[in-house]
């Protein structure tokens, strides 16, 4: 049974909290949060018990889960690693680019599990793309969302972008050629809306935008590659393929449209998505990945490639936006 502490159980924390409750061979010993108030919400609702001190729930856990803001990341890493405890610490992997590094030499030389909660990967539209062979030559992304307080510690590169940034760099498997972005300061001291290009050195170009003053909430990722067109709704659940048809397309939809070359056949097709917990199975991964030694499938390289990119971006943008007086 591994023993867990959770650090952090605001709102993303009592998600997790319930998700934890949920998988048999963990069990969550205790928690630690700052906050009075929080705390005694906790630990009325859950029953849990309530640390004072992080080197004390350190001691008796096997793992930890960090839900705390992303100022207090690398804190929370460095002391759990340091007592060789496994670490889920949720996107973005720290708050700087050194402290990331730091993060990724101490979990090797402690060998062990570190698993960033980059949570779209486990999203059901995404894993209706299992066994698909995904090779997009473009990707337009847009992720938007109504203005919240409640994360805006962070740009909106780092809060919202950067799950499309860990998405596209996992499907795309290239090094970053060049970037170009702009960005918006409008409701927080940080940009809160933005547009990014990324060009890849196999070819691949990624547009992204993010914004977090939006009046409607979205979350789509289209790819386009040979003979074939995928959508992605992660907000909705739903995953469209227009490609041509091909022999297994045979349940598909399908139509003719003429052209320079002939005739093609065109299929339509909605892959089964299955009906998953996203956070759920996240947390079920790691546990697995600390049980059976095996790699974690987002790993702290991985929330630090994100990471990187986001933070070239931050400085395109930077740079973009000075003004010489």
């Given at each position: 049974?591994?023993k867990?502490?959770i650090?952090?159980?605001g ?12 998988i ?27 640390f ?16 705390a ?15 060789s405890?496994h ?33 779209e990967r486990?999203?059901?539209a ?13 990707i337009?992304?847009h ?6 307080p409640?994360g ?5 590169i780092l ?5 499309d ?14 970037i ?13 809306i933005?547009?990014?290009?990324i060009e ?8 992204l ?17 040979k ?6 709704d ?8 227009i ?27 909605n892959?089964?998505?299955?009906d ?50």
């Open positions: 049974m591994l867990v502490g650090f952090g159980t709102h993303l924390g009592k998600f997790h909290i319930n998700n934890w409750q949920k048999s061979n963990a069990t969550l010993v205790g928690f630690y949060d700052p906050d009075d108030n929080t705390a005694a919400e906790v630990m009325k609702q859950y029953g849990l018990k309530r004072d001190d992080q080197e004390t729930l350190l001691d008796v856990c096997d793992a930890v889960d960090i839900i803001p992303t100022t207090y990341h690398f804190d929370i890493c460095e002391k759990a690693i340091r007592k405890k670490v889920f610490v949720e996107k973005p992997l720290a708050d700087t680019m050194d402290q990331a590094h730091k993060i990724v030499k101490l979990a090797k030389e402690a060998n062990v599990k570190v698993q960033v909660g980059h949570v486990f999203n059901p995404y894993l209706a793309l299992k066994g698909y062979k995904l090779a997009p030559m473009f337009e992304v992720r938007l969302a109504q203005f919240n409640r805006t510690e962070v740009s909106v809060d919202l972008m950067i799950h940034i860990d998405i596209v760099l996992s499907i795309v498997k290239s090094g970053v050629k060049s170009s972005a702009s960005g918006v300061v409008v409701m927080t001291e940080t940009p809160d933005a547009n990014v290009r890849f050195d196999n070819g691949c170009v990624a547009n935008t993010s914004s977090r003053i939006s009046m409607k909430k979205m979350r789509k990722m289209r790819l386009f590659q003979d074939a067109y995928i959508g992605i992660f907000l909705e659940k739903k995953t469209e393929i490609k041509l048809r091909e022999d297994s397309d045979k349940d598909a939809f399908t139509f003719d449209i003429e052209t320079p070359t002939g005739t093609k056949v065109i299929a339509i097709a892959p089964p998505v299955p998953t917990n996203a956070i759920l199975m996240e947390l079920e991964a790691f546990v697995n990945a600390v049980t059976a030694n095996t790699p974690a499938p987002v790993s702290e390289v991985d929330g630090l490639m994100a990471m990187d990119v986001a933070h070239q971006i931050l400085q395109k943008i930077q740079s973009a936006n000075y003004v010489v007086k």
